[in-house]
């Protein structure tokens, strides 16, 4: 099972490159799965063209979609515009901590 804080620690894995983006403003996310399938089911659309519309691979759109990679800032809105919700609809929670941004 995931930890809490595991967001929190994103930083703390990632490369220099990373965290000079991450100093100059640039944000990280794990969006809440539960909430992304939701929305992406209503729709009808599938994982396959959902990952076509937002250019990504099949593998990281399942990836992002069960909470194991996290999305930056611009990766984010993407979402929210497909899935016609706004963007802080897909990280509200009650588990505050988790569906944080990192900065």
Request: net charge positive; hydrophobic share 35%; no cysteine.
């Amino acid at each position: 099972m995931r930890e809490q804080n595991w967001n929190s620690k994103v930083s703390t894995n990632r490369s220099p490159e990373w965290k000079k983006k991450l100093a100059a403003g640039r944000l990280d996310a794990q969006m809440n799965p539960t909430k992304v399938k939701i929305e992406r089911v209503r729709l009808g659309i599938s994982q396959v063209i959902a990952a076509k519309k937002l250019k990504l691979s099949k593998s990281t759109y399942g990836s992002i979609e069960r909470g194991l990679r996290v999305v930056d800032e611009n990766r984010a809105k993407a979402f929210a515009k497909l899935l016609n919700k706004p963007l802080k609809n897909l990280f509200d929670t009650k588990d505050k901590n988790k569906y944080l941004a990192v900065k």
